[in-house]
């Protein structure tokens, strides 16, 4: 007796090569896992440089910059210049004037070797080693402290006049030739936070540990504004140089190696990896995926008893109602007029037309919520099948 056409058209083996839109949809999960890793590089980046922008920027309003001293210091009198490279902070930091350097860390050694030409009186904000030896030789950086109010103790005017303010953060020591004129004032466990030497031709060099009694948040607490504005303020014409991360690599080549940081290149290379294994998990194939022919044929009614029995041991009644649904609606959508991809309250509205019934009721039993017991879900089959048959009532 030969085989139905149905189960001998089955035993035929046949290759499925995957179609454009089975192509995408597996793109899906390597597309996501590379712009997670994007998002989370752009927010390292952010935060990375968070600490940086704006700070002790004389045009920034954050807390972290010092717009309000700018002001200040305007207001009395004192012209405010900035700039942000070092080539013209050399050439504007002539006698007679005040060159004020701050986040100096980004300062290359050509940079501050410009620097130590410039004639006019320093105030050194946070300097590193490096800047110290060029421009306050003998001033050398000890343990840091934290930064808290404190006591003068010293006889630098700009310091007995604003008394109690909040300094630390690095200090410093004073050693060789320049110990014996030096000013040490808010000393901690004798480290000095700020350290004023006179050279013999008359220059100020002012270094101070912590810029926080410099920013907009700190100003206005214990005599920060006065400490700030008297060593700021004691010529006529102030020069901010604010180095940026774009303009620090002048004089040592600007190209894009050399104005990145360093962290960049290992989030390109971790991004890199993770491309490579996702690329091998997802190419990770044996082949053509081919149908087999069944050994029996089973009958559509008890394929579905047995899914219903593993649904009932496993009480997933979610996933039986949403079964259900699907199958309801992929039999009502032609009904109504609608295809595969109709927006679920076009639908809603077509039933409803149909059937009579609110657009309310016919949401609930399309996309309501899961059935939360048995009795439930075979409620909800009765409903279904009952608006299935009224929608295709003529």
């Known amino acids: 007796m030969s085989a139905p056409a149905g189960v001998a058209e089955a035993r035929t083996s046949t290759a499925l090569e995957p179609t454009a839109a089975q192509r995408m949809r597996g793109l899906r999960r390597p597309a996501l896992v590379v712009g997670l890793l994007v998002v989370v590089a752009v927010v390292l980046a952010a935060l990375r440089s968070g600490t940086v922008r704006g ?34 902070a050399t050439a504007r930091a002539t006698g007679g004037r005040t060159l004020l350097v701050a986040t100096s860390w980004l300062l290359t050694s050509a940079q501050v070797e410009e620097l ?29 402290v934290t930064v808290r109010p404190r006591d003068p103790a010293c006889t630098l005017r700009a310091a007995t006049r604003a008394g109690r303010a909040e300094t630390g953060g690095g200090t410093f020591t004073v050693t060789g030739p320049a110990a014996a004129s030096a000013q040490r004032c808010y000393a901690d466990s004798g480290r000095a936070a700020v350290v004023s030497l006179t050279s013999a031709d008359g220059r100020t060099t002012t270094v101070l540990g912590s810029g926080a009694a410099l920013t907009n948040d700190r100003l206005a607490r214990e005599g920060n504004a006065a400490l700030t504005l008297n060593l700021l303020g004691a010529q ?13 690599a002048e004089g ?57 029995r593993l649904y009932q041991r496993a009480g997933a009644r979610d996933r039986a109602a949403a079964a259900l649904r699907a199958a309801s609606l992929e039999r009502l959508r032609p009904v109504v007029g609608h295809g595969r991809g109709t927006d679920p309250d076009a639908v809603v509205a077509a039933v409803a037309a149909r059937t009579g019934r609110p657009a309310v009721d016919v949401a609930a039993l399309l996309y309501g919520a899961a059935p939360t017991d048995d009795a439930a879900l075979v409620r909800l089959a009765d409903d279904l099948d009952t608006l299935e048959r009224t929608v295709r009532r003529p």
Request: glycine fraction near 8%; proline fraction near 9%; charge should be negative.
């Open 236 to 248: 006529d014409e102030l020069v901010w140089y604010l180095p940026t991360v774009e303009l620090s």
């Open 116 to 144: 130590a030409a410039a004639r006019a009186d320093l105030v050194l904000v946070e300097p590193t080693p490096d800047l110290l030896a060029a421009l306050a030789p003998g001033i050398e950086p000890a343990e840091p």
């Open 55 to 88: 700070y002790l920027d004389p045009d920034a309003a954050t807390p972290s910059g010092a717009r309000a001293l700018r002001v200040l210091l305007e207001d009395r009198g004192v012209e405010v210049v900035r700039t942000r490279t070092s080539a013209d």
């Open 252 to 308: 040592e080549g600007t190209g894009l190696r050399a104005l990145l940081p360093g962290w960049v290149w290992l989030v390109a290379v971790q991004l890199a990896v993770t491309v490579l294994l996702v690329a091998l998990w997802r190419g990770r194939r044996l082949g053509p995926v081919v149908v087999e022919p069944l050994p029996v044929v089973v009958r559509a009614a008890e394929t579905t008893e047995g899914r219903g």
